[in-house]
């Protein structure tokens, strides 16, 4: 079934994340700074004791870039990764990775504490979920889903771009996307439908302040959040939040 997100489809942008599976870590490598914010979103989840007994969720994981940061921060930590495209989690697992990580195939708001506790033996101590948020057709439904997965006190880490509060944020998302990441993308791949849809659904994706509401309508709380350095400052965001009652 698809519905509509922006002028894509969301059984679409499944679609378009299968084509581009095959180029993706190349056109992310080409970044320079993709892996270093992901590790220091992952790092504001604060994983102690090199996430020794815990259980970690990682939605909409894609090839493994925010699987691996979580790998990094938490190598003791047992981490179940979630995409809904074949293609990316076919990339994701042609990798090498330590037995503790897994790869499943699921729509992250469709998860329900059932499901996490038998594939991860418990409730998630703590939630990533990168570039996911602005690609879900309904970012409630999926806000609600990630909180009831998560154990009293487990945290979550959003990491996303948001720009729509910043005239001047969108101006240089503009500048970017039309200036590099749209010309390189088709480069890299023979097609730029992803690479547009990136450009317009950042421009019509929630400001943060939106954000944090729907984070606390949700049920989460200490939501907060925080910027990552370099042209990206005021662009791209960690979206911080935890589920109330327990303590680590
Ligand atoms: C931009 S990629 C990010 C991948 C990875 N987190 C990273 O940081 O490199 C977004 C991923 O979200 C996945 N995705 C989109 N909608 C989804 C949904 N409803 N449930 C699970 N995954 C979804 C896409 O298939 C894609 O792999």
Redesign the pocket.
Known sequence: MTTTTGRMK?GA??DE??HA?GS?DRL?DANPG?HRD?RTSVRRLRLPNEGEGLRLL??????????A?LVEAAPRARILA????R???DAARAKPWPDRVAFHQ?????LSPAWVNERLGGPADAV?????LR???EPDA?LEALTSVLRPGGRVAL?EYSVADSRGAQAVWTGVCWGVIIPSGRLLTGRSDLFRY?WRSVLEFDGADTVLGRMRAAGLASVARAPLPGWQYGITHTFLGARPGGTW
Not at 58 to 67: E, I, K, N, P
Not at 82 to 85: E, L, N, R
């Open positions: 969301t942008v499944t994340f299968d599976a993706y992310v993709y992901l990682d939605l909409g994981c894609g090839t493994g870039a925010s699987t940061a979630v995409d809904a495209s293609g990316m989690l699921a729509r992250a708001e469709t990533f979920a990168a570039y996911l690609n879900v057709p999926l990491h990136l």
